[in-house]
């Protein structure tokens, strides 16, 4: 019987460990390459983006995250989310892949598949409201008529590099 206890308690700390290792693996894995990369064409992209209108530049569409704050604190779930988001909501826009330089979507894939391996899928964000909150009005002011049919995507393109600016911060600080 305690021989018993002694490897389930084995395997208890092993499979604890794994999944503590794996929480702190998304620092390491994300390469530097990858996110100048995105940097640099991010940059590029928002320079193409054509003017913005007085009304969009008076909101902010992303919610006021920060890395080191305890109200409002980002981590790597919540990151992998807003990717998703900008995935499916922005990046699928026709209107930003005439402008995409035809290498940002593989940078985007490569950061979103090692966001999938490095986050675990189980878990669910304490943000997931906000972030739904969020695609709605990117997809509201997406779907509008005329000149407007596509600001969502263009504003939320502007923003992107808060994204990246919090990405970097939590690469660089090594918090999971």
């Known amino acids: 019987m305690p021989l018993l ?6 395997v208890v700390l092993l499979v604890s460990l ?9 620092p390491q894995d994300i390469h530097t390459g990858l996110m100048r990369d995105l ?7 928002i320079n193409r983006l054509p003017t913005e209108n007085h009304f969009s530049r008076r909101f902010r569409l ?3 995250f920060c890395v080191k704050c305890q109200e409002h604190a980002i981590g790597w779930l ?4 807003l990717i998703n988001i900008y995935q499916r909501s922005v990046f699928s826009s026709e209107v930003i892949q005439k402008l995409l330089h035809p290498h940002y979507n593989d940078l985007m894939y490569g950061l979103q598949h090692t966001l999938r391996h490095c986050v675990s899928s189980s878990e669910s964000s304490k943000y997931s409201k906000i972030m739904k909150k969020l695609e709605k009005r990117i997809n509201k002011r997406r779907n ?3 000149d407007e049919g596509d600001d969502g995507a263009l504003k939320a393109i502007r923003e992107f590099t808060y994204i990246l600016r919090w990405i970097n911060e939590l ?3 090594h918090m999971p």
């Open 144 to 146: 509008g008529e005329g």
């Open 39 to 45: 940097w640099k064409h991010t940059r590029l992209l």
């Open 171 to 173: 690469t660089h600080h």
């Open 62 to 64: 992303l919610p006021n």
């Open 78 to 81: 919540e990151i992998r989310e």
């Open 5 to 10: 206890l002694i490897r389930l308690s084995a």
């Open 18 to 26: 794994v999944s503590a290792q794996q929480r702190l693996t998304c």
